[in-house]
């Protein structure tokens, strides 16, 4: 088995997206977010592969990964109208069943098929589950934090798809206390406990807390996000030490040995 034929990928994900581009009119600028989340993780993806001095075939799985990561978006919306996977069920399994049902990894070996899949179906678990390979760990890891990296980039900056993180939400400008508790103890949010907007925001924070690679630390720092989400939040003394806390986190991690 040669090298993976990674020009196979992009043109077959070009084309797939298309169809969506051209079809949907009216809904073309929900295709077009995901379309340019998705080419913005492969990129994040790979830069962190590189960090880690991944081989050829390593940084080939990761583009695979990244660009197909949220292929089950655009049938999800086509189908449901709503970005939301309590509506329609995880969107992950969805890129997982369309890889599946076009047999779009055939060429590569078993256990590559399987980090594929197991990545992208794990990419927006709670947490990846426990007793997976070494290599299904890394994976899933990798495009965790590639995506979580993209959310913070949207939400500093993407004004358009800003919105699509507050559907269904209560407009009232409170927080919860559960999440206040849950970031002071450096632990990620629970979706379950995300009612109102502010709240979203928090969950922002509390990524930080799950993210796995020097690197990923490194590009919270420089981007300064965690000072830029606590400026969308009330200014209150609560706030302010939750700040604290998610910098001197990531300071943390920064100064440790870890790659
Ligand atoms: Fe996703």
């Not at 997976?132 to 890891?141: D, G, M, P, T, Y």
């Not at 993209?150 to 004004?159: C, L, M, S, W």
């Not at 206040?180 to 509390?206: C, H, T």
């Not at 720092?221 to 939040?233: C, G, H, P, T, V």
Request: net charge neutral; hydrophobic share 35%; with cysteine.
């Amino acid at each position: 088995m040669g090298k993976i034929d990674i020009e196979y990928y992009q043109s077959w994900f070009a084309q797939y997206v298309q169809q969506y581009l051209a079809v949907q009119e009216s809904n073309r600028l929900n295709y077009q977010l995901k379309l340019e989340h998705s080419l913005r993780v492969r990129d994040r993806i790979v830069e962190l592969g590189e960090s880690l001095n991944l081989d050829q075939t390593g940084l080939a799985l990761c583009q695979i990964i990244g660009l197909m990561h949220d292929l089950g978006r655009f049938k999800q919306y086509a189908e449901y109208n709503t970005f939301s996977d309590l509506i329609t069920g995880s969107h992950a399994k969805i890129s997982v069943d369309i890889l599946n049902e076009n047999k779009l990894l055939q060429n590569l070996k078993k256990t590559q098929q399987e980090i594929v899949l197991k990545a992208i179906e794990y990419h927006n678990y709670y947490r990846i589950p426990e007793g997976k390979s070494a290599e299904i760990l890394l994976f899933s890891q990798l495009i965790r934090d590639a995506d979580k990296l993209d959310g913070y980039y949207i939400v500093t900056n993407d004004h358009d798809q800003r919105r699509y993180d507050l559907e269904g939400l209560s407009q009232d400008k409170y927080f919860s206390r559960i999440n206040l508790e849950a970031l002071l103890n450096s632990q990620p949010i629970e979706w379950k406990n995300v009612r109102y907007q502010f709240d979203r925001k928090l969950v922002m924070l509390g990524l930080v807390f799950d993210l796995n690679f020097k690197k990923s630390f490194e590009l919270i720092k420089e981007n300064d996000y965690i000072k830029r989400l606590i400026s969308q939040l009330p200014d209150t003394c609560e706030i302010r030490r939750i700040g604290r806390h998610c910098t001197e986190y990531v300071r943390t991690k920064l100064e440790s040995g870890r790659r």
